[in-house]
């Protein structure tokens, strides 16, 4: 089985407060990094959550990019008898970017500039990949124990029915 087909195996569900951990954890970060924006991603290339200036750049399209730019490098590392590489730096003239492994299914991709250093971006990243990795671990607990979401109550239908009725009516 790949790589690719193990994770879709083992999809995860995040819960609002999953979420609010990771922006919360990715606010923290960029306050203190000085970053311009930050994705949380899947190996997939799925967003999770993004904050900072994010309506300046695709988020969409840079997340599937950093996915398949992290894939081919993790080759890379095969051939080199690494298991993979955890971080991985692309510099531009304008704007960098940084991919750090979090957990064994995701990538925090960072995008920043002059007005912060490399340095800065990896100190950080640090202590926030540490803390999402918390939180994917977390959320795996929660899985493997079979813990749900609470239940929808039994007149959410019926109701969510009648709204649409009432919204179309008008």
């Given at each position: 089985m790949?790589?690719?087909?193990q994770i879709?195996?083992?999809?995860l569900v995040?819960?609002e407060?999953?979420?609010?951990?990771?922006?919360g954890?990715?606010?923290?970060?960029?306050?203190l990094?000085?970053a311009?924006?930050s994705?949380?991603i899947?190996?997939?290339?799925h967003?999770?959550?993004k904050?900072?200036?994010?309506?300046?750049?695709d988020?969409e399209?840079?997340?599937?990019?950093?996915?398949?730019?992290?894939?081919?490098?993790?080759?890379?590392?095969?051939?080199?008898g690494?298991e993979e590489f955890?971080v991985l730096?692309?510099?531009g003239?304008?704007?960098?970017?940084q991919?750090?492994?979090?957990?064994d299914?995701?990538?925090?991709?960072?995008v920043f500039d002059?007005r912060?250093t490399?340095?800065?971006v990896r100190?950080y990243?640090?202590?926030a990949?540490?803390?999402l990795?918390?939180?994917?671990l977390d959320a795996?607990k929660r899985?493997a124990?079979?813990?749900?979401?609470?239940e929808i109550?039994?007149?959410y239908?019926?109701?969510?029915k009648?709204?649409?009725?009432?919204?179309?009516?008008?």
């Amino acid at each position: 089985m790949s790589d690719s087909d193990q994770i879709r195996a083992q999809r995860l569900v995040y819960y609002e407060k999953d979420i609010d951990q990771i922006n919360g954890v990715l606010d923290e970060f960029m306050r203190l990094s000085g970053a311009k924006c930050s994705l949380l991603i899947d190996k997939e290339g799925h967003m999770i959550a993004k904050r900072g200036d994010t309506l300046t750049f695709d988020m969409e399209t840079i997340s599937a990019l950093a996915a398949g730019s992290f894939a081919a490098t993790k080759e890379m590392a095969k051939l080199l008898g690494e298991e993979e590489f955890s971080v991985l730096f692309h510099q531009g003239k304008r704007d960098s970017l940084q991919l750090v492994l979090v957990g064994d299914r995701m990538l925090l991709a960072i995008v920043f500039d002059d007005r912060t250093t490399i340095g800065m971006v990896r100190l950080y990243a640090k202590e926030a990949t540490e803390h999402l990795t918390q939180v994917l671990l977390d959320a795996q607990k929660r899985a493997a124990s079979g813990e749900t979401q609470p239940e929808i109550s039994e007149d959410y239908g019926a109701s969510a029915k009648q709204k649409l009725d009432d919204f179309f009516k008008s």
